[in-house]
T-cell receptor, first 115, second 115 residues
Framework: RKEVEQDPGPFNVPEGATVAFNCTYSNSASQSFFWYRQDCRKEPKLLMSVYSSGNEDGRFTAQLNRASQYISLLIRDSKLSDSATYLCVVSRGDLRNSGNTPLVFGKGTRLSVIA | GAVVSQHPSWVICKSGTSVKIECRSLDFQATTMFWYRQFPKQSLMLMATSNEGSKATYEQGVEKDKFLINHASLTLSTLTVTSAHPEDSSFYIC???????????FGSGTQLSVL
């Protein structure tokens, strides 16, 4: 089983739509969770961290369910500029305990927002 | 903010040659750096964890004799693809984290094309 699995996509949505991305992870020792976005052949950029209590940043809302090892990202009122690949990212352990703990990336879900 | 510099951005080489990629942390000391590889339409795959002053930790399936990692200082890690072949053509990207800080900073990546 892969460490991080995401919706295969791609998602093609009109401007203004709400779109949800889902992600599951297999390592119960994982403690840190993130959503990154990646534009074609560019480095990934941190979109937001994900906390158990859920967190929101403008049009973006992230949720974490540790019991089911599930992470989600919701984008409301999608813009053309949201078109990118969204990567679910999970730490292998606890980042606070060891700087050697790597991040594992999901395959990503491609989003295309259409005018 | 912290910046990670990666060089070169593009490399085109003949089969059998070796290619060195540099990753530098510009305004912080990185005791640990991570090297990832990304094939087209695939996720970032962790290749190895590079630790300053010690041997790198390689992921299962990554040949350590082919992908030589050197982390001789707190600001520089290098990845050398030895005797490169066309199947090594990929997007290589490094990342680093300041100790005890969760955010991962990425280099801009190196697109390697082996002819």
């Amino acid at each position: 089983r892969k460490e991080v699995e995401q919706d295969p996509g791609p998602f093609n949505v009109p401007e203004g739509a709400t779109v949800a991305f889902n992600c599951t992870y297999s390592n119960s020792a994982s403690q840190s969770f993130f959503w990154y976005r990646q534009d074609c052949r560019k480095e990934p950029k941190l979109l937001m961290s994900v906390y158990s209590s859920g967190n929101e940043d403008g049009r973006f809302t992230a949720q974490l369910n540790r019991a089911s090892q599930y992470i989600s990202l919701l984008i409301r009122d999608s813009k053309l500029s949201d078109s990118a690949t969204y990567l679910c990212v999970v730490s292998r352990g606890d980042l606070r305990n060891s700087g050697n703990t790597p991040l594992v990336f999901g395959k990503g879900t491609r989003l295309s927002v259409i005018a | 903010g912290a910046v990670v510099s990666q060089h070169p951005s593009w490399v085109i080489c003949k089969s059998g040659t070796s290619v060195k990629i540099e990753c530098r942390s510009l305004d912080f000391q990185a005791t640990t750096m991570f090297w990832y590889r990304q094939f087209p339409k695939q996720s970032l795959m962790l290749m190895a964890t590079s630790n300053e002053g010690s041997k790198a930790t390689y992921e299962q399936g990554v040949e350590k004799d082919k992908f030589l990692i050197n982390h001789a200082s707190l600001t520089l890690s290098t990845l050398t693809v030895t005797s490169a072949h066309p199947e090594d053509s990929s997007f290589y990207i490094c990342s680093a984290r300041r100790s005890r800080v969760e955010k991962l900073f990425f280099g801009s990546g190196t697109q390697l094309s082996v002819l």
